[in-house]
């Protein structure tokens, strides 16, 4: 696979392509099994500057979690957790 060189980097913003973008995740539960979900609601761009150097932006909406379970991911979204309602 070809590797960028800061001589490949055009200057502008590049947007994140959703159609081929995902945000998963993995953690665990009571150290007993995995949980595997994803974020449904976020966005992304990468800023490549005149000196070739490059920033990143990503924006995740917390409220978009999706593990499978509704009772789980209602209990993540409580105040106690990610207080998605702030």
């Not at 994140?16 to 974020?39: C, E, I, P, Y």
């Not at 593990?67 to 207080?83: C, E, K, M, Q, Y």
């Amino acid at each position: 696979m070809p590797v960028a060189t800061p001589h490949d980097l055009t200057p502008g913003i590049w947007p994140l392509n959703k159609r081929r973008s995902a945000v998963n995740f993995t953690t665990h539960h009571m150290k007993v099994s995995k949980v595997n979900g994803q974020f449904t609601t976020f966005t992304a761009e990468f800023t490549v500057h005149d000196d070739s150097l490059a920033t990143a932006t990503a924006t995740i909406e917390l409220d978009s979690m999706d593990t499978g379970s509704a009772t789980r991911d209602a209990a993540v979204w409580a105040a106690n957790l990610l207080d998605v309602k702030q």
